[in-house]
């Protein structure tokens, strides 16, 4: 088919259930006038337009488009996705709207459900529900690691940045727990159990108080 007009036409038929196809050359040529990327200024990827190029980022790395339209750079905000095996990345300073897919989890049972992001180690702490651990990685996706093993369904979770806590709920549990963000395992404690179904959760430093909904009978906002 002409990919400017749309006008097509049938070539072969009669050929069962036809799936991949391809064009091919025993040798190939190349065209006389260079690529507009011949001479690109991106500092990464260069993909050639109609009548020129524009640039991009590679997929995973945690950098973004800068302002120039040419670098690629560490945003200094951004928006963090959850997306059921993958968190994706988009920038805010610098703005760029493509979803980068910084942490990917490849666990056929895989359910990112909660994320939350610690400022200081510059790494991204997440619950799979699936798999039924919390996790972190950092923000180019490498040091991928499970921090706890043997959660419920962890749907909320939240960082202390100066008391350096990772705070979760478990609605399954009915639980609010905690664990010392470079502690380990043994560090873990529940703070809160009985509750009806905890889900989003903040915490605030200075006051030393947390804040949770509940999803169950009576729906509420709790400290």
């Given at each position: 088919?002409?990919?400017?007009?749309?006008?097509?036409?049938?070539?072969?038929?009669?050929?069962?259930?036809?799936?991949?196809?391809?064009?091919c050359?025993?040798?190939?040529?190349?065209?006389?006038?260079?690529?507009?990327?011949?001479?690109?200024?991106?500092?990464?990827?260069?993909?050639?337009?109609?009548?020129?190029?524009?640039?991009?980022?590679?997929?995973?790395?945690?950098?973004?488009?800068?302002?120039?339209?040419?670098?690629?750079?560490?945003?200094q905000?951004?928006?963090?996705?959850a997306?059921?095996?993958?968190?994706?990345?988009?920038?805010?300073?610098?703005?760029?709207?493509?979803?980068?897919?910084?942490?990917?989890?490849?666990?056929l049972?895989?359910?990112?459900?909660?994320?939350?992001?610690?400022?200081?180690?510059?790494?991204?702490y997440?619950?799979?529900?699936g798999?039924?651990?919390?996790?972190?990685?950092?923000?180019?996706?490498?040091?991928?690691?499970?921090?706890?093993?043997?959660?419920?369904?962890?749907?909320?979770?939240?960082?202390?940045?100066?008391?350096r806590?990772?705070?979760?709920?478990?609605?399954?549990r009915?639980?609010?727990?905690?664990?010392?963000?470079?502690?380990?395992?043994?560090?873990?404690?529940?703070?809160?159990?009985?509750?009806?179904?905890?889900?989003?959760?903040?915490?605030?430093?200075?006051?030393?108080?947390?804040?949770?909904?509940?999803?169950?009978?009576?729906?509420?906002?709790?400290?």
């Amino acid at each position: 088919g002409d990919r400017v007009t749309g006008d097509h036409q049938v070539v072969v038929e009669g050929i069962g259930d036809p799936m991949a196809v391809k064009v091919c050359n025993k040798t190939y040529s190349f065209p006389d006038e260079l690529s507009p990327c011949a001479d690109h200024e991106c500092s990464h990827i260069c993909i050639p337009t109609k009548t020129s190029y524009r640039c991009a980022c590679p997929g995973t790395g945690g950098l973004v488009l800068g302002t120039d339209g040419t670098s690629c750079v560490e945003p200094q905000q951004f928006l963090l996705i959850a997306d059921l095996t993958e968190i994706k990345l988009v920038g805010l300073v610098p703005p760029d709207r493509h979803a980068y897919p910084i942490v990917q989890v490849n666990d056929l049972y895989s359910n990112i459900a909660a994320l939350t992001y610690d400022p200081e180690s510059k790494m991204v702490y997440f619950s799979d529900v699936g798999c039924q651990s919390i996790m972190r990685a950092f923000l180019n996706g490498t040091g991928l690691q499970v921090v706890y093993t043997g959660t419920g369904v962890s749907d909320g979770m939240n960082i202390d940045p100066v008391n350096r806590y990772l705070y979760w709920t478990d609605g399954e549990r009915g639980t609010i727990e905690r664990m010392e963000l470079d502690g380990g395992e043994d560090s873990h404690e529940v703070l809160l159990q009985g509750l009806d179904q905890p889900r989003a959760i903040v915490v605030v430093p200075e006051t030393n108080y947390m804040y949770w909904t509940t999803w169950g009978v009576n729906a509420s906002v709790q400290r």
